[in-house]
């Protein structure tokens, strides 16, 4: 995912005003997109199989999102965002210290 996303912005015309403007998030998101592209085609390969599970279930969930967003659905939306944060938070909370 980090790799697509850097390689996609990376294509734009207007990529330096992207690149430009992005903070910690993007940042902490697409470090992976840094570091050795061999290893991680090798990775990606070995996990052909899963990986395309993964992805499939990730653009389907994409999906889902944009209609919401296409649509204006304010609580539906605001359901998907607090399922993700607490999701999220619940797994920081069982991460060992």
Same mark, same amino acid.
């Given at each position: 995912l980090a790799f697509t996303l850097v390689a996609e912005l990376a294509a734009r015309p207007d990529a330096a005003t992207? !690149? &430009?403007n992005a903070a910690g998030g !993007?940042?902490? !998101? $697409?470090r992976i997109a840094a570091s050795s592209p061999e290893m991680w085609r090798d990775i990606a390969l070995a996990n052909? &199989?899963? /990986? /395309? $599970? %993964?992805? &499939?279930g990730y653009a389907d969930a994409l999906a889902a999102a944009r209609a919401l967003i296409a649509a204006g659905d304010a609580g539906a939306i605001a %359901? /998907? !965002?607090e399922q993700a944060s607490h999701a999220r938070r619940?797994? %920081?909370a069982r991460r060992p210290k």
């Open positions: 992207y !690149f &430009d !993007f940042r902490d !998101f $697409t052909r &199989d899963a /990986l /395309l $599970t %993964e992805i &499939d %359901e /998907l !965002f619940a797994w %920081e």
